[in-house]
């Protein structure tokens, strides 16, 4: 499988979120050798928990499966670039890589608006990758923010 692909599962998460009601995004973590560890997707409404997101979900996840809270040599793809809390939390387990779809220029915190993984006082950098999919990435938050709109 190639990026394109695990970003493909992400959407599905991403869509399993929408159909609960929340903001549609989803994140699969995935070892070195390609296997998925972690799967989450957006939960914040039903769990009424603020940490809730796709990231933080993929990698409680994916640490619980691994019995360690570090995740070193794995990859998260996520539809959406994480903001600084999901980025702070991507760094504390070490990740090696993300993968993002669409960019978030509201408080994307890899690229849009802040470059935490670039931050050289920081002892952990993360390699990232923006825009894989990002059409349908975007067109999948497009579509839920319009349907939200026309309900109220």
């Given at each position: 499988?190639?990026?394109?692909?695990?970003?493909?599962?992400?959407?599905?998460?991403?869509?399993?979120?929408?159909q609960?009601?929340?903001?549609p995004?989803?994140?699969?973590?995935?070892?070195?050798?390609?296997?998925?560890?972690?799967?989450?997707?957006?939960?914040?409404?039903?769990?009424?928990?603020?940490?809730?997101?796709?990231?933080?979900?993929?990698?409680?996840?994916?640490?619980?499966?691994?019995?360690?809270?570090?995740?070193?040599?794995?990859?998260?793809?996520?539809?959406?670039?994480?903001?600084?809390?999901?980025?702070?939390?991507?760094?504390?387990?070490?990740?090696?890589r993300?993968?993002?779809?669409?960019?978030?220029?509201?408080?994307?915190?890899?690229?849009?608006?802040?470059?935490?993984?670039?931050?050289?006082?920081?002892?952990?950098?993360?390699?990232?990758?923006?825009?894989?999919?990002?059409?349908?990435?975007?067109?999948?938050?497009?579509?839920?923010?319009?349907?939200?709109?026309?309900?109220?």
């Open positions: 499988m190639d990026d394109a692909d695990y970003l493909r599962l992400a959407l599905q998460l991403a869509e399993t979120a929408r609960a009601g929340e903001v995004v989803g994140a699969v973590v995935v070892d070195a050798a390609g296997a998925i560890i972690g799967q989450g997707f957006n939960q914040p409404i039903s769990r009424h928990d603020p940490t809730a997101h796709a990231e933080i979900m993929a990698l409680r996840d994916a640490a619980a499966r691994m019995g360690n809270y570090r995740l070193p040599g794995c990859t998260l793809f996520v539809t959406l670039e994480p903001c600084a809390m999901c980025a702070g939390a991507i760094l504390h387990a070490r990740i090696a993300v993968v993002y779809g669409a960019s978030d220029p509201k408080t994307g915190a890899v690229e849009s608006v802040l470059r935490l993984f670039d931050e050289p006082r920081l002892n952990h950098h993360t390699e990232a990758h923006g825009g894989v999919l990002a059409d349908e990435c975007s067109q999948q938050l497009r579509d839920f923010f319009l349907a939200r709109r026309k309900k109220t």
